[in-house]
C-alpha cells in the first residue's frame, strides 16, 4: 500500500515537474506543491503507524 502510494506520489511530482518546465511556472508549483507534499507524507505515515499498531 504504502509503496504504491510513493511511487503515485513520485509519477505525480514528476509529471508537474514536467508541466512546469514546459509552461516556465516550475517555481509557483514547486511553492504549491511542497506543502501538499509534506502534509501528504504526513498522513500517510500516520496511516502506516496506525496499520502496525492495529496488527
Do not use: Q
Given at each position: 500500500m504504502?509503496?504504491?502510494?510513493?511511487?503515485?506520489?513520485?509519477?505525480?511530482?514528476?509529471?508537474?515537474?514536467?508541466?512546469?518546465?514546459?509552461?516556465?511556472?516550475?517555481?509557483?508549483?514547486?511553492?504549491?506543491?511542497?506543502?501538499?507534499?509534506?502534509?501528504?507524507?504526513?498522513?500517510?505515515?500516520?496511516?502506516?503507524?496506525?496499520?502496525?499498531?492495529?496488527?
Open positions: 504504502s509503496m504504491k502510494l510513493m511511487l503515485s506520489g513520485i509519477f505525480v511530482f514528476l509529471l508537474i515537474d514536467f508541466m512546469g518546465n514546459t509552461m516556465g511556472i516550475k517555481l509557483y508549483l514547486l511553492e504549491a506543491i511542497l506543502p501538499l507534499l509534506g502534509i501528504v507524507l504526513f498522513v500517510s505515515g500516520l496511516f502506516v503507524k496506525s496499520g502496525r499498531d492495529s496488527r
